[in-house]
């Protein structure tokens, strides 16, 4: 991995992924690294049915059942009797195995290798995860090492602050604590809503019951994007139980569609939504000369921008400025305000023995903090936007935290925008590029004398032809079905040239 060629020969691409090892020791053969390169999503064959599973599945058949002999009028007694002799004869059926000698054999194999694994991961310290890029390929590495840089992230880091930290003797305090607070956000509820009859309904969906609250962790995974530096990156496992599941969900319902209406035709959700515009805009506008230069600018951290009372005053300023309705689906500004910020104070999560509180932005997976980022960076967009566009007719537009727009102006006028951004914007990162040929997104764009030419871009510090990561919730068929399709349309969507299109 690293040195794979992309020149054109069909007969060497592969999809297989390859393990990426950093341990300095391990005693791992072929045949061990063989079955990891197959990535975190493959499941080895012949995994037994749990009989949980076939208790979920005979519920339907039950149902049908019971229809049937009330149908038929059959006796309490008798149709008893029969419902039993059936689910055993389901469940007996059922959990038989159906496998061929080759089968079981290899199932056999790979259960014996999956236990040496197993064992050797522990008897040398090691840690295997899959990698933070969501491709389909294991990490293998030193566990003190791995577990030494996640502290030093967690020490150095002002995204978060410890709020209680659990030991044997404050376990009942903890979860008092913790049951306190979601009281408290219960109760605010009732306040922020004063007249419960005219919003029952949405009180409803936001209530949390405290029974069922599953309280969030947080974990690490390697980021290697720059090699041969090792990273780590936080991630958030929460469910629908997590305290703030159903405001954010209320919220996110609210203010998506109102910032997406606002910044309609300026925002890219992917790739080929930002091919197809940009497309459009030069066949449009004829704007794309010899001298065009591309300017792309990212912008880090993009789910922990600022701390939760500049995101606040931008809620409230967008709402004033852009937005100049008092209501939105007949909730008053005011009450989303309040609301959002119960949301952002709330965050909550555990990590090594302790429990923390967001301080700036909040989990990676959230939707409502990508709306939150996106109102924020709203006001950046518009500055570049008087600066260039409505100016001089340019494109401009944004993923998430990308920035894309052209420049047919001189290229110290563009410094100087440049320099108030970073001048206005001090407190965030920013990656820029600029020329006639520069990677956005997943393409690779060059302004050949003024005619595009674009394909598409694999990072070079990325395995190229592999299949995306799959979590255990989701269906690995069809998920890799649609992933297949999608990458044959992006290849002829992004592809200018036909050999881009056969290597592709």
Known sequence: FGQQSDEFNLAKVSFSPTIIVHASIHVFNKEHLRLLSRGPTYVPPYQMTKRRNLEKNYKQLQHDLNRLFVKSNVNMIQSMFLQKQIKDSYMEMFSMPILSQSIHERAHYEQQLIEQIQNDLKRFNLILRRTHDQQNVF??????????????????????EIDMTIDKENVQATRDYLTNKIKLMNCEFENIFVNTTKYKDELKKINVV????????????????????????????????????????FLNQLLQPVIDIHQQGRIFHSGTDFSEKFHNYIDQYDRLRSTTNFVTITINNFYHLVPHHILLSTLL?????????????????????????LFLHNNRFYYDGKIYRFLQGGPSNSGLIETLSNIYLNLMDNFLINQSS?????????????????????????????????????????????????????????????????????????QPYTLPYISSKGNSIRTYSHWLRSSLLRAIRYCTSIEDFNQE
């Open 390 to 462: 409505t100016k001089q007719n340019e494109f401009y537009g944004r993923c998430q935290n990308q920035i894309f727009f052209t420049w047919n102006q001189s290229l110290n006028e563009l410094e100087q925008i440049l320099k108030s951004m970073k001048s206005d914007y001090h407190h965030l990162s920013f990656d820029i590029h600029i020329g006639k040929n520069l990677n956005y997104l997943d393409l690779y764009l060059e302004n050949h004398n003024g005619i595009l030419y674009s394909r598409v871009h694999h990072q070079h510090n990325q």
């Open 317 to 341: 300023d967008f709402f004033v400025k852009y937005y100049r309705l008092p209501i939105v689906e007949n909730i008053h500004i005011t009450k989303i305000v309040r609301l959002t910020s």
């Open 139 to 160: 990490y293998l590495g030193d566990r003190n090492s791995f577990e030494q840089l996640s502290q030093e992230f967690m020490l150095q880091t002002d995204l978060f």
């Open 210 to 249: 405290i029974d069922k609250v599953e309280l969030p962790y947080l974990y690490f995974l390697p980021d290697l994007s720059k090699q041969p530096l090792l990273n780590v990156k936080p991630m958030m496992l929460t469910t629908q139980y997590s305290a703030t599941y159903r405001l954010e969900k």
